[in-house]
């Protein structure tokens, strides 16, 4: 009997340092690319290019952070992207609660109806110019809410928040504070919010990573420079950069350094947008991890 419990606590032990190394390898999977592109941020990208800055930098250069918070425009993408992602968020939660509470409950008349409407929506689309149009003929070009209202459900999304009120708000909990005089306003606001923070926080999450990163629907309906988010500024920086460096191609010796400095300028530019959300998500962590599986469950 000792030695088949010995045995065990060896097998245990094994397990374990199997599992660590498991779980130290998917680490090092996952985080070198974000360490080798602040590496390469600071590197020069040719030896970038020639694989010499594995671990460490090469050739040291601020020459692309410069070059990068040079430009005026930077600091007013940064608070464009800032006021968008939060009224975004905000719009875009507010929207789902609005949606999928209503198809969670099992009385609500066409609820099999309504439900197959935002399916189809999720294959089929009128594409870019229908929308375009439809964005314009409600005078929204040149207007942030162009941003927020033509993608302001996601359905996915929807889905998710969905499920989680019909696996993890308990129906008899609902139909006893109506019972004791709750109207739905009511069970909505002090029952339903209340005990949906982990699926809320799952979608805060998704949609300031969805609109902080968003720069093509920014392209298409906000013609003036000055109302660009921080991914379009950091990528029209890049563009002047690049004819930047072919104009100077005639230029013996110029080509080479503003190539130098175009290519910094990704790595830096890459860097500069990732790291306001890398900051905030561990904050998030938990309730993201605890909504995303209650909301995925279909019980």
Request: net charge positive.
């Amino acid at each position: 009997m000792k030695k088949k419990k010995d045995g065990l606590g060896l097998s245990d032990k094994v397990s374990d340092i199997i599992l660590l190394i498991i779980i130290i390898a998917l680490v090092i999977i996952v985080a070198y690319p974000l360490y080798y592109v602040l590496v390469a941020s600071v590197s020069n990208p040719y030896d970038v290019y020639a694989g010499k800055t594995f671990l460490l930098p090469s050739q040291f250069s601020l020459k692309g952070y410069q070059a990068v918070f040079s430009d005026p425009s930077l600091y007013t993408g940064y608070i464009n992207s800032i006021k968008y992602t939060i009224i975004g968020t905000v719009f875009s939660v507010t929207m789902l609660y609005l949606t999928a509470y209503p198809l969670a409950q099992r009385d609500l008349p066409g609820r099999k109806f309504f439900s197959l409407f935002f399916i189809i929506t999720m294959y089929f689309g009128g594409g870019l110019i229908p929308t375009y149009l439809i964005v314009k003929e409600t005078g929204l070009i040149g207007n942030m809410w162009s941003l927020f209202i033509p993608g302001g459900v996601s359905v996915a999304n929807m889905i998710l928040v969905r499920n989680y009120f019909e696996t993890s708000i308990p129906h008899e909990l609902i139909e006893a504070a109506q019972i004791d005089g709750c109207d739905k306003i009511k069970v909505f606001l002090k029952i339903v919010i209340p005990l949906s923070m982990p699926i809320m926080s799952v979608m805060v999450v998704f949609s300031m990573v969805a609109y902080w990163n968003d720069w093509f629907t920014a392209l298409i309906y906000l013609p003036k420079p000055e109302m660009a988010p921080l991914p379009l500024v950091l990528r029209n920086i890049l563009i002047k950069s690049s004819a930047s460096a072919t104009q100077a191609s005639t230029i013996s010796g110029g080509y080479a350094e503003l190539n130098k400095l175009t290519e910094m300028i990704k790595f830096a530019s890459i860097v500069v947008a990732a790291a306001p959300m890398l900051i905030i998500y561990p904050f998030v962590q938990k309730y993201f991890e605890k909504g995303m599986m209650a909301g995925a469950v279909k019980g």
